[in-house]
């Protein structure tokens, strides 16, 4: 049973483009939920959703960032017309039920220049 | 609300020596209570959590944490470190099965020294 995959597991990007970054949960498992974790800080919650529905997105910037999980395929964690303070390790994490369970990915590190 | 304080961001012990590392929680709810471990460009692994059984958890690598409600505290322990225990630790609170996000601290960096 594959874990959490996450890719790609490094990215660059120049000003203005665009990220995509992909996460596939574990078999069974229906919650994902997206952490960033910046330089010297601890994981920050961002958003968390089941299959086709965004549960909880307060932790997402108000611009530029969006997220889903289609009924097929990975989750995605869109950023537009990324910013230097964009650069960050980005974690998925899937549970096959909330609040516990929790598996996490490996990460994919985003590098903004 | 939850939030996770981990005292010590950098703690270094001797090869052989007792590891604690702090970690003290508030919640308005019953939290569920975690440890995770993180190697160097990997993602988090579980050692260990707490969800209102035992007090005292095992975990893996040789790791255990005790939950005590009176001091809101879930420190994490190690009777004997080893080379392989330096990496990142992290505690995280959660609201359990009511809760959709996990609430982490800002993580302790443990550094063996032979």
């Known amino acids: 049973n594959a874990g959490v995959m996450q890719n790609p597991r490094h990215l660059v990007r120049r000003r203005g483009q665009e990220a995509r970054l992909r996460c596939s949960p574990m078999?069974?498992?229906?919650?994902v939920y997206w952490y960033r974790q910046l330089p010297e800080e601890g994981l920050k919650f961002m958003v968390y959703l089941q299959k086709e529905n965004i549960i909880d997105e307060s932790g997402m910037p108000k611009e530029r960032f969006s997220a889903e999980f289609p009924k097929e395929g990975p989750s995605i964690l869109r950023i537009q017309q990324v910013v230097r303070g964009d650069s960050a390790a980005y974690f998925c994490?899937?549970?096959?039920?909330?609040?516990?369970?929790?598996?996490f990915g490996s990460g994919t590190r985003l590098t903004v220049v | 609300a939850q939030s996770v304080t981990q005292l010590g961001s950098h703690v270094s012990v001797s090869e052989g020596a007792l590891v604690l590392l702090r970690c003290n929680y508030s919640?308005?709810?019953?939290?569920?209570l975690f440890w995770y471990v993180q190697y160097p460009n990997q993602g988090l692994q579980l050692l260990l959590k707490y969800t209102s059984a035992a007090t005292l958890v095992k975990g893996i690598n040789g790791f255990e944490a005790e939950f005590k409600k009176s001091e809101t505290s879930f420190h994490l322990t190690k009777p004997s470190a080893h080379m392989s225990d330096a990496a990142e630790y992290f505690c995280?609170?959660?609201?359990?099965?009511?809760?959709?996000?996990?609430?982490f601290g800002t993580g302790t960096s443990l550094t063996v020294i032979p």
């Open positions: 994490a899937s549970s096959p039920r909330a609040g516990d369970g929790y598996t």
């Open positions: 995280a609170v959660s609201e359990g099965y009511t809760g959709n996000q996990f609430y």
């Open positions: 919640s308005s709810v019953p939290p569920y």
């Open positions: 078999k069974g498992h229906s919650h």
